[in-house]
């Protein structure tokens, strides 16, 4: 089915440990999106793409890395984890201009915990 | 600066009940405002969107919102409750004059319908 992939569903990692959370999306959206939900705050904007080859801020970039590798692909990086960032991580993608057409397609989400 | 406010944590409502989930937003210029519904353990779901035009806007699943902008509000309803609706509710706003496009969320709205 058409859609954003996320991979993995869930990760547990100790502090100071690096991993990359993998996104993609194969309805040939221009826009990409990093978010975490954290309970209460809803969601928080860490990077996003409005465009292959562009990548921004948003609102909580501390601590992250992220590549748009081509149109498909948005990866995040967390290079030294810490155990502020536990949360459950939504990959999203919008066509037209960055969510005015259809809206944002989301990912599953990864459930990530950092001990 | 933007912002966007879900007054209530949890609403209840009986089964077969109208029901109203309440979002004011805050903006600079004019507002672009969504709806957003999360199911447990998945992503976020496109329900309805107010660009411009009717001030009603119908969604997915008998969801409907009321744009207000005299009391800048974009309250989501839906005149008939089902089990199923039981999920979390978010709104999100972009501001016409925000070049970064960013879409700021409400820390949503615990949705349960009871039988």
């Known amino acids: 089915n058409a859609g954003v992939t996320q991979t993995p569903k869930f990760q547990v990692l100790k502090t100071g440990q690096s991993m990359t959370l993998q996104c993609a999306q194969d309805?040939?959206?221009?826009?990409m999106y990093w978010y975490r939900q954290d309970p209460g705050m809803g969601l928080r904007l860490i990077y996003y793409?409005?465009?292959?080859?562009?990548?921004d801020k948003g609102e909580v970039p501390n601590g992250y890395n992220v590549s748009r590798l081509n149109k498909r692909e948005f990866s995040l990086r967390l290079e030294s984890a810490a155990p502020s960032q536990t949360s459950v991580y939504f990959c999203?993608?919008?066509?037209?201009?960055?969510?005015?057409?259809?809206?944002?397609?989301f990912g599953s989400g990864t459930r990530l915990t950092v001990v | 600066a933007q912002s966007v406010a879900q007054p209530e944590d949890q609403v209840n409502v009986a089964e077969g009940n109208p029901l109203t989930v309440k979002c004011t937003y805050s903006?600079?210029?004019?507002?672009?405002l969504f709806w957003y519904v999360q199911y447990p353990n998945r992503g976020l779901q496109f329900l309805l969107k107010?660009?411009?035009?009717d001030n009603l806007v119908k969604g997915s699943y008998g969801f409907e919102a009321e744009f207000n902008k005299s009391q800048t509000s974009f309250h989501l309803k839906k005149p008939s409750a089902l089990v199923s609706d039981s999920a979390l509710y978010f709104c999100?706003?972009?501001?016409?004059?925000?070049?970064?496009?960013?879409?700021?969320w409400g820390a949503g709205t615990k949705l349960i319908i009871k039988p």
């Open positions: 107010y660009i411009t035009g």
């Open positions: 999100a706003v972009r501001d016409s004059t925000d070049s970064n496009y960013q879409l700021i």
């Open positions: 793409s409005a465009s292959e080859g562009t990548t």
């Open positions: 309805m040939n959206h221009n826009s």
């Open positions: 999203a993608s919008s066509g037209g201009q960055l969510g005015l057409g259809g809206g944002y397609t």
């Open positions: 903006v600079s210029g004019n507002p672009y």
